[in-house]
């Protein structure tokens, strides 16, 4: 049985706790978990190694929560897709904002060789916290030139900014960037965005080690309609 001390004291501490996070400034927009539903997986690990460069390792574990602020939904759901191939080998550019991140046949999109993009429109200026990329999962599969960027305007000429690279060598003329290659899973790859804010987001690849073809399941952009300017994201670090 507890005694009444205990719970008085209990009390306090939640009150106090309570009360400190209410009187930092810093934290007048509540952060929380995001709300990530994955797919079903189609394989654990990798049988054989992977002879890519600046690989990351593969990992088992859960992805750990990614704070955004509370309020924070997938923009992307549904939002008009285009892209440098528009007529697909195999399915459409609006399955990558659809909302079915399954690998089976029929729910991705096969794009053209060699370098290629897709551009989502969030058809207004939204503070980004997250990107997340699923191109395929039916087997390991690691993609070159993954390269993801935010821009005021759809032809990626005015404030573009860029989120991911991974393209090391620059071959894709873009800059060289510095973040690594990742193999392909039902988690998807996260992008922080730090709270950027923009309306339209493109992601570039440059086919996989399987074959020079480009594949989505999914993009989902995780933010909030950009109208708060007093905004205390990003996170403090
Ligand atoms: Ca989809
Ligand atoms: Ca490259």
Known sequence: MKSPITEITVAIFAIVLIASIGLNPK??????PLDI?????MYRGTEKPIRVDHLKKIS??????????VGTTNVALGKPVAGSDEAP???ELSMITDGDKEAGD?????LGPFLQHVTIDLKRACEIFAVVVWHYHQQPQIYFDVIVQVADDSDFV??????????????????????MHYVETNKGELIDAKGVKARYVR?????????DLNHYIEVEV??????????????PV
Do not use: C
């Open 203 to 211: 992601l570039y690849s440059n086919g996989n080690n399987n074959n």
């Open 37 to 41: 539903t994955l797919p079903q997986p």
């Open 106 to 110: 029929g729910s991705y999109v096969e």
């Open 222 to 235: 995780y933010g909030k309609p950009a109208e708060n300017q007093n905004s205390t994201y990003p996170k």
């Open 27 to 32: 934290d007048t927009s509540e952060l929380v």
């Open 60 to 69: 088992t574990e859960d992805r750990p929560p990614f704070l955004a602020p």
């Open 89 to 91: 080998i195999i399915g």
């Open 158 to 179: 005015k404030n573009v900014r860029t989120l991911f690279n991974n393209d090391t060598d620059n071959s894709a003329g873009l800059g060289a960037g510095t973040d």
